[in-house]
């Protein structure tokens, strides 16, 4: 899959979720799917750090011959913002804006950057395409999640 591609997915995802996800309610999307586990709003939550923790590598990686970027804390970020505590309409807005952006990004990235090495978590260096097809992969595994 190129960028383009990618892009593509990524909007058709957007508009194909988003109004399944406006149609979940209040407290469903706040009840933890089982005990110890993330409600739905927190693996829309989830989405959105991934998104914001994505749009800073999708950028500083067409700036430099090699990324570095530090490690992310998923279950701490969760926790800290108290997703919970946010209305599951305002969520859902932010999530189906902040893709359609990161799609803008990804359709718009120059085909020279996409093999920018990239090192993530103190792993082997993966490139810019490769974090962008493995956002998609992330993000339709969580989507999942909360429309099962």
């Given at each position: 899959m190129n960028h383009e591609q990618c892009a593509a997915s990524l909007?058709?995802?957007v508009e194909e979720t988003f109004p399944k996800l406006k149609a979940i309610?209040?407290?469903e999307s706040a009840a933890?799917?089982?005990?110890?586990?993330?409600?739905k709003r927190e693996i829309l939550g989830h989405l959105i750090d991934s998104a914001a923790n994505n749009h800073q590598r999708f950028v500083r990686a067409q700036q430099v011959s090699k990324l570095e970027?530090?490690?992310?804390?998923?279950?701490e970020w969760v926790t800290f913002q108290h997703y919970n505590q946010r209305p599951w309409t305002e969520l859902v807005a932010l999530w189906c804006e902040y893709n359609r952006h990161l799609a803008h990004i990804?359709?718009?990235?120059?085909?020279?950057?996409?093999?920018?090495?990239c090192v993530i978590e103190y792993e082997n260096p993966v490139t810019l395409l490769w974090l962008m097809t493995d956002y998609l992969d992330h993000l339709n595994h969580h989507l999942k999640q909360i429309l099962s």
């Open positions: 909007i058709a995802t309610g209040d407290a933890p799917r089982a005990p110890g586990k993330w409600s970027f530090p490690p992310y804390a998923q279950d990804m359709a718009h990235c120059d085909s020279e950057h996409l093999e920018t090495p």
